[in-house]
């Protein structure tokens, strides 16, 4: 039999007693609570449809999708649960611990959810075992009430390894590590079936592509938040400040943050991944916020602006600024359906790549700096220029770099673009007055039939429009 294992026994608690006398009276006097499933409306028809796609690419395969279980931060303590991302997408569930089992039928597949079953009032393990005990995680919805409101059959976890044993044939694992897997020798994931899974979230039905607009409305919101906070910023609290005040606001009617916020001022703007988020912010500063919401149905935005913090772009900034914005105006120039996911990037590039040589940055001529033995633009651009989006900030992540790059968009594709220039302050061949400027644009995007709709176009992007932004709510 299979369980979620009590938390170790803390030693600096005493014991409780195990008298017939004591049990009795912590059975005792309980109302029931509102243990109602809580799911988005449309998850569980959504991950219906997604269920039927991906059982037409293994018609004759049991598949078998864990959601994990939370890793451990330090010692004893846990950092919060997020479910793998394939594991939601043919769910809609959140649980910690659960597994979802196809097995072929003659006209598709039978799927049943495997879920650790709380324990409540009469039962030792409500208030014993901190894990699956009602009087430690509060009122948890039992398997039928998950039936229910995910439209799918739900069983004990603690059924999985003897159900496992009984199929026929190969089943194939994708998801999460889980200990049930690995006692009912399943230990390995299936390659063929990850890629697969990666492929069908490549292009986002209507459902999806609403959660992804939640997502960025939230994001978007709370890149204003963050701008009317630069006053307190730079008063002391420094890039801290900020970051919390859009993690609070991530928090606010949605699940969290969908990555690692970065958030660097000044010379750590240039830093692509600043996640420490530790230091000053100061007026002639210029800001880059990478940040977005995950929605409860794990959704996420991916959303970058660079700001200048007292308001007015300096001329060095302003420089930089406008390059990326020239680049990013030439990514999206050539995104339409037809067009291939390599073309935006490589059109980015480019600019970048003229811009810095018209600037004398670059050694050598233009054709050298292009030519892909050259690419010496790409010091000052490390990083690529944008990537799917969904259920993960980057998404579709198993699918074949073939087909990720040289398959022409679609309607329903969701994707970022993102150029950025990122001079480092210790960057010897660069101008003293550019060293130390970081500068990303980045947006999302959805291809739809007649080209692309910008999802978070409601952030301004000319400088004009910035500076007017940050003055409006920050004076």
């Known amino acids: 039999m299979t369980t979620l294992s009590p938390a170790p026994r803390d030693p600096r608690m005493p014991r409780l007693p195990t008298s017939e006398t004591f049990r009795e009276f912590m059975a005792s006097g309980w109302a029931e609570p509102d243990r109602t499933a809580r799911v988005t409306p449309g998850a569980a028809e959504a991950a219906v449809s997604h269920r039927a796609r991906l059982s037409e690419r293994f018609p004759s395969d049991t598949l078998v999708i864990a959601s994990g279980r939370s890793a451990v931060r330090s010692n004893d303590t846990e950092f919060g649960f997020r479910p793998h991302s394939d594991f939601a997408w043919l769910t809609g569930c959140v649980a910690e611990a659960a597994v979802v089992v196809m097995r072929p039928t003659a006209s598709g597949h039978d799927a049943v959810l495997y879920l650790t079953e709380p324990a409540y009032a009469g039962e030792e393990a409500f208030y014993a075992d901190a894990l699956r005990g009602e009087l430690w995680v509060g009122a948890a919805p039992g398997l039928d009430d998950w039936a229910t409101a995910l439209q799918i059959e739900v069983r004990s976890l603690a059924e999985l390894p003897d159900d496992l044993r009984a199929v026929d044939g190969v089943a194939l694992r994708a998801g999460a590590v889980e200990p049930a897997l690995v006692e009912s ?76 916020t970065v958030m660097g001022s000044g010379a750590n703007a240039a830093t692509l991944h600043w996640s420490r988020c530790d230091g000053p912010v100061s007026a002639d500063h210029l800001v880059l916020l990478d940040a977005g919401v995950e929605v409860d149905t794990l959704y996420t935005a991916d959303v970058t602006r660079v700001f200048p913090a007292s308001g007015t772009f300096s001329p060095a900034q302003r420089r930089v600024y406008e390059l990326v914005l020239e680049a990013r105006a030439a990514a999206l120039s050539v995104l339409r359906p037809g067009a291939l996911f390599s073309d935006f990037q490589e059109a980015a590039h480019d600019v970048i790549a003229r811009g810095l040589h018209s600037w004398g940055i670059l050694p050598g001529t233009l054709e050298e700096a292009l030519s892909p033995e050259g690419q010496y633009h790409r010091r000052y651009a490390i990083c690529g220029n944008g990537h799917h989006l969904g259920l993960d900030v980057h998404d579709c992540a198993k699918t074949s770099e073939e087909l990720y790059l040289r398959t022409p968009l679609v309607a329903g594709m969701v994707l970022t673009v993102e150029p950025g220039i990122y001079f480092h302050a210790n960057d010897l061949t660069l101008p003293e007055e550019l060293r130390g400027i970081g500068a990303r644009i980045e947006d999302d995007l959805l291809i739809t039939e007649s080209g692309y709709e910008n999802l978070s176009g409601a952030l301004p992007v000319e400088v004009d429009d910035v500076e007017a932004w940050v003055r409006s709510l920050t004076q």
């Open 185 to 260: 020798g399943i230990d390995a994931s299936s390659p063929a079936l990850e890629r697969v899974l990666s492929d069908l979230k490549l292009v986002k039905d209507e459902w999806e592509i609403g959660q992804l607009r939640a997502a960025v409305d939230a994001t978007v919101e709370g890149f204003a938040a963050v701008v009317a906070e630069l006053p307190t910023a730079i008063s002391g609290r420094g890039e801290r400040w900020l970051q919390a005040t859009f993690e609070r606001h991530s928090r606010q009617g949605a699940n969290g943050v969908g990555y690692t």
